[in-house]
């Protein structure tokens, strides 16, 4: 089946502890990204990539980081979280990258820091 | 401002009800407009698409689109419970990129029974 995975799902933890949020697509798509989902901002960029080894900032990177050293994965990291990281994280793939190619996304991480 | 603007509802409706759902933009290079429905404890996932202006309709759900207005509608006819959801407009530039993409808050629906 056609997928993009997160993992965790849930994840509670507290101010500072780096923590890693995985993402794997198994659509051999060339673009990855990540979001975060809050009430009333809508979805949000946080990064993306291109390709193997190309990233980008999106509109909110502040206090994260990605790494894309295969193609099918592309994983979140907060260095030292902080309670207004707290939100609902997407991970999304697309064939190309192209505005109009279709995102498929991942079923979401909710992320509390305390 | 935020370039797409969406009403967040919620929006709450009988089953059977024809719903009307709306964004505006004011990025008047947005040329691909699309619209995504997210259900409870899910992601997003791609509903519909329709390209420059017009109308698209695909079984019970029409995608409207009056550029000039700047202003796209998803139309929903006899909706039903399964219906409820987050829906998403999204709209990006004819040749840009998926980093271009831009998406509305979401409007939260409820059918009822």
């Known amino acids: 089946e056609a997928q993009v995975t997160q993992n965790p799902r849930y994840l509670i933890t507290v101010t500072g502890k780096k923590l890693t949020v995985t993402c794997s697509q198994n659509m051999n798509h060339e673009y990855m990204s990540w979001y975060r989902q809050d009430p009333g901002l809508g979805l949000r960029q946080i990064y993306y990539s291109m390709n193997v080894e190309v990233t980008d900032k999106g509109d909110v990177p502040e206090g994260y980081k990605v790494s894309r050293k295969e193609k099918r994965n592309f994983p979140l990291i907060l260095e030292s979280p902080s309670p207004n990281q707290t939100s609902l994280y997407f991970c999304?793939?697309?064939?190309f990258g192209r505005g109009a190619d279709t995102q498929y996304f991942g079923p979401g991480t909710r992320l509390t820091v305390l | 401002q935020k370039e797409v603007e969406q009403d967040p509802g919620p929006l709450s409706v009988p089953e059977g009800a024809i719903v009307s759902l709306n964004c505006t933009y004011s990025n008047s290079a947005f040329q691909y407009f699309m619209w995504y429905r997210q259900y409870s404890r899910k992601g997003p996932e791609l509903l519909m698409y329709t390209y420059s202006s017009g109308n698209k309709e695909d079984g019970r759900f029409t995608a409207q689109v009056d550029k000039s207005s700047k202003y796209i509608s998803l139309f929903i006819r006899d909706s039903q419970p399964s219906d409820s959801a987050t829906y998403l407009c999204?709209?990006?530039?004819?040749?840009?990129?998926?980093?271009?993409?831009?998406f509305g808050s979401g409007t939260q629906l409820t059918v009822l029974p």
């Open positions: 999204a709209m990006s530039p004819l040749s840009g990129s998926a980093r271009q993409l831009t």
């Open positions: 999304a793939s697309s064939l």
